[in-house]
């Protein structure tokens, strides 16, 4: 099976939020993370739909800084391990941080 991803995931974990339309909180850990999207860990019975909209918050640390950041995405797939999210805008704080990992 061929690699789709159009962006390099790194081995990443860090503490995320998900909120959802309706007001729900998912609480997670990445596994891994690209300029995209990112895996988050969870629960393993939260059985949500392809293309659900969500509020993605990143806990990031940068050099003994707690960083914070949110970004909007959605649902690609979930399974028993956690969910697939893929990032429709990444903002400014966020692209940075990917981008470093890169350098």
Known sequence: ??????YERFLIRKYAL???????I??????DMSMSGA??????????SEGTECAIRLMLDAEDKELTT??????RFSDSEG????????????YQFI???YD
């Open 83 to 94: 969910l697939g999210c893929h990032f429709l805008k990444v903002n400014t704080i966020y």
């Open 26 to 31: 998912i609480e997670g850990q990445t596994r």
């Open 18 to 24: 998900l909120k959802l339309a309706n007001g729900e």
């Open 39 to 48: 895996f988050i860990e969870c629960e393993p019975d939260i059985d949500l």
């Open 70 to 75: 949110e970004i909007y995405g959605n649902i």
């Open 1 to 6: 099976m061929a690699n789709r991803r159009d």
């Open 99 to 101: 981008r470093a990992l």
